[in-house]
T-cell receptor
């Protein structure tokens, strides 16, 4: 079945440093979504990318969808303590709309 | 607007006891519905998903089952809980039939089996 892996599993950064998490799917995706889960909370949708090579920005967050639509990345510039949480990518390989989540990257920001 | 309700928020159950977690969605019709489990500090494991009433797909063989008795109601059950069933259970929905697949999550149920 479809597998979606993320690296790294954990990341500790000093406040102000940049952070990147990478997402790789075993199958071609029709779209990729990114979610953020704060400690103790539930995942919250951040963004969806649909087109090959697409890049979208949300303030300090930059999302990229690979040309082959099998990988994606999330880059945070100048991290803040409010960025703490686990970031998940999620892929939909089409057909039955099933959303498969990646393994997640837990971000810790040291003030 | 659409909302998703999941209860209870926390639950402590003894090993061997039954389980019933309920999730309901309001403000939309014919959603896709999902049950995920998240072990402490881990990722989201898809347990079941449903694209319509009475249609349940199981992703992981285990002692859990799911049912969808109504269009916007999704129930996760077990006849006899195991210690390994402890975790954070999340219900989610998204639009079906080719529309935006953004998933909306409930607040989750933190289950501890003792």
């Amino acid at each position: 079945g479809q597998q979606v892996m993320q690296i790294p599993q954990y990341q500790h950064v000093q406040e102000g440093e940049d952070f990147t998490t990478y997402c790789n799917s075993s199958t071609t995706l029709s779209n990729i979504q990114w979610y953020k889960q704060r400690p103790g909370g539930h995942p919250v949708f951040l963004i969806q990318l649909v087109k090959s090579g697409e890049v979208k920005k949300q303030k300090r967050l930059t999302f990229q969808f690979g040309e082959a639509k099998k990988n994606s990345s999330l880059h945070i510039t100048a991290t803040q303590t409010t960025d703490v949480g686990t970031y998940f990518c999620a892929g939909d390989s089409g057909g039955y709309q099933k959303v498969t989540f990646g393994t997640g990257t837990k971000l810790q920001v040291i003030p | 607007s659409q909302t998703i309700h999941q209860w209870p928020a926390t639950l402590v159950q003894p090993v061997g006891s039954p389980l019933s977690l309920e999730c309901t969605v309001e403000g939309t019709s014919n959603p896709n519905l999902y049950w995920y489990r998240q072990a402490a500090g881990r990722g989201l494991q898809l347990l079941f998903y449903s694209v319509g009433i009475g249609q349940i797909s199981s992703e992981v063989p285990q002692n859990l089952s799911a049912s969808r008795p109504q269009d916007r109601q999704f129930i996760l059950s077990s006849k006899k809980l195991l210690l390994s069933d402890s975790g954070f259970y999340l219900c989610a929905w998204n639009y079906g039939q080719g529309r935006n697949t953004e998933a909306f999550f409930g607040q989750g149920t933190r289950l501890t089996v003792v």
